[in-house]
């Protein structure tokens, strides 16, 4: 049992999830999905997973290979995720192209495909490739969700869920991480299962602001394009000061990476890009569980009118269900204010 390893990869509970990978480490699969929400730990459980697969001891946590595949720095371990809105064909024949080279140091590769979920058409030749890779390569590939577009790649891996985290288990891991007990009770419920954006609700003093904001949008509606349009950049302006806490801690990973690279004299631009497109990619995320969020604030007014009793209950149902296909739509819909502006128009005023 070499659970630690995950644990030191940041992963929080999922033990279902942590015991199926560390049982698969001893004799791999040739391809894994981890499947599960932004900040439920997919991220992590694929750093532990990695150094479990090139340990000689399984994931002891300590030695040589643990370590530099808990960094991010294992040679044998190469990461790969799409740039833009989905995955390019130049970047598809990169991961199989490293696919298929030998091992630098050991036994075992281990090629990581991040965002699997904006892979919309994969090419032949990665199918095969996953279906049948050099047996010395082992592939984790992470999405958010399985859609119907990445099913024939689902189909060729054995799977492993991460479900999104119980409230209370982001409450403690808050605590434990040091955030006043009252401040992590505030805080837990918005976080929607991701614990990476419970610690930048932590210090967000923006929160209640935000969720006031979707809560009164319904009072503001009046069904005209001026309206719907003022209210949705009014949002989207919310959205980006959102981030503003997340842009603190990734400058303060940049300046670490500078300093690393200083004091050890490496060229690091390799480094430094595979951080800013990993940046890119958590601030993506970042925007798109923010808008969930407020959705999920703004179908509560309308279920909360429902449970209430009030008039036109067939329109409060109506609404919740715009609204829930919009956030679930989201992941795969980048214009995101055009979105907005189509749904805003079709809901009915509420107060
Ligand atoms: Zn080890």
Known sequence: MAEVVFREAGVVAQDRAVAALDASAVAPVHAYLLVGPPGAGAAAAARGFGAALLCAAGGDGTCRDCRLALAGEHPDVRSFAPAGAALRVEEAEAIVREATRSPVEGARKVVVVHDVHRVDVATPALLKTLEEPPASTVFVLLADAVAPEIATIASRCARIDLPPLPVPTIEAALVAEGVAAERAAAVAPAALGDLERARLLASDEDLARRERLWRTLPSALDGTGGTVANAVDELL????????????????????LEDRLATTGARGSGGRKALAEQHKRVQRRHRTTELRFGLATLASVYRDHLAAGGPDPAADVAAVDAITAVAEGLIHNPREELVLQALLLRLPSRR
């Not at 919310?238 to 303060?252: G, T």
């Open 237 to 256: 302006e919310h959205i980006e000061e959102a981030a503003a806490p997340l842009r603190v801690q990734q400058a303060a990973e940049v300046a670490a």
